[in-house]
């Protein structure tokens, strides 16, 4: 069975760090796309970023562009998503998904291969 386990979300200051992991097994990690989307308080889903297979190709939507940097390790079965200058509205549950082995609409997968969401809380 595929499984996504993200760990790593916290309280933390406007302007402060978190980097987030996103572990995974029960598939061949390293041919497939992977997303990172949020859920702010009482909002719908939000895509955050995408990294390709190899990890050398990313996309960020622009609100996070700059700030937050995804990566991954093809040997650890493993994405991270390093978040810096946070800001309240970066508040929210943070899930991977698992996308194909080919870039596409992240939400024809989160209904089956997301994780359980770790929580970000970004207050003074």
């Known amino acids: 069975d595929v499984q996504l386990v993200e760990s790593g979300g916290d309280l933390v200051q406007p302007g402060g760090s978190l980097r987030l992991s996103c572990a995974a097994s029960g598939f061949t990690f390293s041919t497939y796309y992977l997303y990172w989307v949020r859920q702010a308080p009482g909002q719908g889903l939000e895509w955050v970023s995408t990294i390709d297979t190899s990890g050398r190709l990313t996309e960020y939507a622009p609100s996070m562009k700059g700030r937050f940097t995804v990566s991954r390790d093809n040997a650890k079965n493993t994405m991270y998503l390093q978040m810096n200058s946070l800001k309240p509205e970066d508040t929210g549950v943070y899930f991977c998904?698992?996308?194909?082995?080919?870039?596409?609409?992240?939400?024809?997968?989160?209904?089956?291969?997301r994780g359980q969401g770790t929580r970000v809380t970004v207050s003074s």
């Open positions: 998904v698992r996308g194909g082995s080919r870039n596409g609409n992240w939400d024809k997968y989160f209904s089956n291969y």
